[in-house]
């Protein structure tokens, strides 16, 4: 196990790389919130200038956004690119340099995505995007968390949590809602149709909205707003709706895993830790998702959505990698005996 | 608010007052109810659009312009069928239009297929010109960016579409809507709501009325209307309650 000053630099650059990456999502989000994806038509050229020598006095209304998207995109582009390298020189643990390796192709990909995105004209192509950067972001998170120092200290001195196989199942399924919620909620950002829903707790003065023609009629006629957005459809609504449900769903589960993980392992243990977090911040996001409703999303309002979404996503990431180490770990420890058990610790330690 | 908005496109009985040329089919459009209120458009987000309204009032929205007789403007209106066997005119003439002060304007026109578009940009800034045609029309998405003083595009469409929109994604707010027929008898109504459709060979014809905001699905309200045979008049009404 090496804790020389070189790999501890290592994590930190890949702590920075995925932090530059949230920063990137949130960059992302305000493109889309304020509906400029298209402000610069051309692409891997800015107005047929080299992106990176674009005047910096023709970066105006939603140029800005965009412009300054794809900047900072090469810039992760750049750290991505480092670290994949640096994880293959010092990195000893082949999962982790293969990590990077993935990621470097994740980045590329991510970035031709966004030039087809505005070259090919197709407005669903954003939700892909969208999907991909939140996966993305996740993959860095997990070579972040892996070249730490504490995980490597964790897993060699193979703390005894009472976790079982469930509890890494649970954790599993609150991070698929999650994700599931990103992407429905990629999809209702990418129709441009603006806010569906306009109120809340209630839609449109009722549990369940109308979706008939004569209502849909009737709402956008009566709709004012400065971006013009598509025309709400049934669709549209459906699919708010079914964000909402799933907001629901998720703090419900949220709540569920983490009184599970208290009872099991009581206040101090890093997974109750890990669950109590991981249930605030879906609270504050869940917060953050009626603000946007009642901001008639709002473009600030929205994009924070965006990022603690991201966030979200993350630490229920992490902590299900977390627990399914911690599960592993005290199941080979309740049993040392067993001699494939045995060696199944040696290879724990040594990853 | 009124719930109810209600288009109205009355027989003006101009025949006794003016002269009607042979075969124009005039009318207005009357808004019934009061439209909800229109919003600033946030043009100072861009300090280059803001500068040009200096000491001006910023321009607002204009989903619903109409004046105190409830006259409505920007209605595309057009013979929707009854032309089938009669010689169809070639498009003739060119249509503008411009980016000005960071508004497309006008902001509703019509035109012919096939005929030729002119999109300027007047502005002492970029915009940038992105057609958005539905899926199923036909005409081709484009996006283009426009410099200050850089000299109009021009497009021909070939598949009618009603409404084909135009946009800038520098500045969010930017629209301009173009109702696209593949003949020449269409208007767009005025400030005080009138429009005249001209020049419309005699015969019977259904004539649609179609408002961007009251029918954002492109179908209108339509009408059966009478051509004389020697430039008689030609008056209709329309009325579509809103629900
Ligand atoms: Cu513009």
Same mark, same amino acid.
Request: charged share 15%.
């Given at each position: 196990?090496?804790?020389?000053?070189?790999n =501890? %630099?290592?994590?930190?650059?890949? /702590?920075?790389?995925?932090v530059?990456?949230?920063?990137l999502?949130?960059i992302? $989000? @305000?493109?889309?919130?304020h509906?400029?994806?298209?402000?610069?038509?051309?692409?891997p050229?800015?107005?047929?200038?080299?992106?990176f020598?674009?005047?910096?006095s023709?970066w105006v209304?939603?140029?800005?956004y965009e412009?300054s998207?794809?900047?900072?995109a090469s810039?992760?582009?750049?750290?991505?690119t480092v670290?994949?390298?640096?994880?293959w020189?010092?990195?000893?643990? =082949? %999962?982790i340099?293969?990590?990077? /390796?993935l990621?470097?192709?994740g980045v590329?990909?991510?970035g031709?995505l966004g $030039? @087809?995105?505005v070259t090919?004209?197709?407005?669903s192509?954003g939700?892909?995007h969208a999907?991909l950067?939140?996966?993305f972001l996740?993959l860095l998170s997990?070579?972040?968390l892996?070249?730490s120092v504490w995980w490597?200290k964790?897993?060699?001195?193979?703390?005894?949590?009472?976790?079982t196989?469930s509890?890494?199942?649970?954790?599993?399924f609150v991070?698929f809602?999650?994700f599931?919620q990103?992407v429905?909620?990629?999809?209702?950002?990418?129709q441009?149709?603006g806010?569906?829903?306009?109120d809340?707790?209630?839609?449109?003065?009722?549990?369940w909205?109308?979706?008939?023609?004569?209502?849909?009629e009737?709402i956008n006629?009566e709709r004012?707003?400065?971006m013009?957005?598509?025309?709400?459809?049934?669709a549209?609504?459906?699919?708010?709706m079914a964000?909402?449900i799933?907001?629901?769903?998720i703090?419900?589960s949220?709540?569920w895993?983490?009184w599970?993980n208290l009872?099991a392992?009581?206040?101090s243990a890093?997974n109750?830790?890990f669950?109590?977090?991981?249930?605030?911040?879906?609270?504050?996001?869940?917060?953050?998702?009626?603000?946007?409703v009642?901001?008639?999303?709002a473009?600030?309002?929205?994009?924070g959505h965006?990022?603690?979404g991201a966030?979200?996503?993350?630490?229920?990431s992490l902590?299900c990698l977390i627990?399914?180490r911690c599960?592993?770990v005290a199941?080979t420890?309740r049993a040392?005996?067993?001699s494939?058990?045995?060696?199944?610790?040696?290879?724990?330690q040594s990853? | 608010?009124n719930?109810s908005?209600?288009?109205?496109?009355?027989?003006?009985?101009?025949?006794?007052?003016?002269?009607?040329s042979?075969?124009d089919?005039?009318g207005k459009?009357?808004?019934?109810?009061?439209?909800p209120?229109?919003k600033?458009?946030?043009i100072?987000s861009?300090?280059?659009?803001g500068?040009?309204?200096?000491g001006?009032?910023?321009?607002?929205t204009?989903f619903?312009?109409?004046?105190?007789?409830g006259?409505?403007a920007?209605t595309?209106?057009?013979?929707?069928s009854g032309?089938?066997?009669?010689?169809?005119p070639?498009p003739v003439?060119?249509?503008?239009i411009?980016?000005?002060g960071?508004?497309?304007?006008?902001?509703?026109?019509?035109?012919?297929?096939g005929?030729k578009?002119h999109?300027k940009n007047s502005?002492?800034?970029?915009?940038?010109?992105?057609?958005?045609?539905?899926a199923?029309s036909?005409n081709?998405?484009?996006?283009?960016a426009q410099?200050?003083?850089?000299?109009p595009?021009e497009?021909?469409?070939?598949?009618?579409e009603v409404?084909l929109?135009?946009?800038?994604?520098?500045h969010p707010?930017m629209?301009?809507?173009?109702?696209l027929?593949n003949?020449p008898y269409?208007?767009v109504?005025?400030?005080?709501?009138?429009?005249?459709i001209?020049?419309?060979?005699?015969?019977?014809y259904v004539?649609?009325?179609v408002?961007?905001k009251?029918?954002?699905r492109g179908?209108g309200?339509t009408?059966k209307?009478?051509?004389g045979p020697?430039?008689?008049?030609?008056?209709?009404?329309?009325?579509v309650s809103?629900?």
């Amino acid at each position: 196990m090496d804790f020389s000053d070189q790999n =501890r %630099w290592l994590h930190r650059f890949a /702590v920075i790389s995925a932090v530059a990456t949230w920063i990137l999502i949130g960059i992302g $989000g @305000l493109v889309t919130s304020h509906g400029v994806g298209m402000a610069v038509p051309d692409w891997p050229t800015t107005y047929g200038y080299n992106m990176f020598l674009f005047p910096p006095s023709k970066w105006v209304g939603g140029i800005f956004y965009e412009h300054s998207h794809r900047l900072f995109a090469s810039f992760v582009g750049l750290l991505t690119t480092v670290l994949a390298i640096w994880l293959w020189i010092k990195e000893d643990r =082949r %999962w982790i340099r293969w990590l990077g /390796v993935l990621a470097f192709f994740g980045v590329v990909a991510q970035g031709v995505l966004g $030039g @087809l995105r505005v070259t090919l004209m197709i407005d669903s192509l954003g939700i892909f995007h969208a999907a991909l950067a939140q996966l993305f972001l996740v993959l860095l998170s997990i070579i972040a968390l892996a070249t730490s120092v504490w995980w490597k200290k964790w897993v060699m001195t193979a703390k005894t949590i009472p976790i079982t196989d469930s509890m890494w199942t649970a954790n599993a399924f609150v991070t698929f809602l999650i994700f599931g919620q990103l992407v429905l909620g990629a999809a209702m950002r990418h129709q441009h149709a603006g806010l569906a829903v306009p109120d809340f707790p209630f839609a449109y003065g009722k549990v369940w909205p109308a979706t008939d023609p004569a209502f849909l009629e009737k709402i956008n006629r009566e709709r004012i707003d400065v971006m013009d957005p598509n025309p709400i459809t049934a669709a549209h609504i459906q699919l708010h709706m079914a964000h909402r449900i799933g907001a629901l769903a998720i703090v419900i589960s949220a709540g569920w895993l983490a009184w599970r993980n208290l009872r099991a392992a009581g206040t101090s243990a890093v997974n109750s830790r890990f669950a109590i977090g991981l249930l605030g911040l879906i609270l504050v996001q869940a917060a953050f998702g009626v603000f946007t409703v009642w901001s008639n999303k709002a473009a600030d309002v929205a994009t924070g959505h965006v990022m603690i979404g991201a966030i979200c996503l993350v630490v229920s990431s992490l902590f299900c990698l977390i627990s399914a180490r911690c599960g592993s770990v005290a199941f080979t420890v309740r049993a040392p005996m067993d001699s494939e058990n045995g060696s199944a610790l040696s290879v724990l330690q040594s990853s | 608010m009124n719930k109810s908005i209600t288009i109205f496109v009355a027989a003006v009985a101009l025949s006794s007052v003016t002269t009607i040329s042979a075969g124009d089919i005039i009318g207005k459009i009357t808004l019934k109810g009061t439209p909800p209120a229109e919003k600033n458009l946030p043009i100072a987000s861009d300090p280059f659009c803001g500068k040009l309204y200096a000491g001006k009032p910023i321009p607002t929205t204009r989903f619903y312009l109409v004046d105190a007789h409830g006259g409505l403007a920007d209605t595309f209106v057009y013979i929707k069928s009854g032309l089938d066997g009669k010689p169809i005119p070639a498009p003739v003439g060119t249509v503008e239009i411009d980016q000005i002060g960071c508004e497309y304007l006008p902001y509703v026109f019509g035109l012919q297929t096939g005929q030729k578009l002119h999109v300027k940009n007047s502005d002492p800034l970029m915009h940038n010109i992105h057609v958005t045609p539905s899926a199923s029309s036909g005409n081709k998405e484009s996006n283009k960016a426009q410099m200050a003083g850089g000299k109009p595009y021009e497009y021909v469409f070939d598949s009618p579409e009603v409404f084909l929109r135009f946009k800038c994604d520098v500045h969010p707010w930017m629209f301009s809507y173009g109702g696209l027929v593949n003949h020449p008898y269409f208007a767009v109504s005025s400030v005080d709501g009138t429009f005249k459709i001209s020049n419309v060979p005699p015969g019977d014809y259904v004539v649609e009325a179609v408002h961007r905001k009251t029918h954002p699905r492109g179908t209108g309200v339509t009408q059966k209307v009478t051509v004389g045979p020697a430039g008689g008049k030609a008056d209709f009404s329309i009325e579509v309650s809103g629900s």
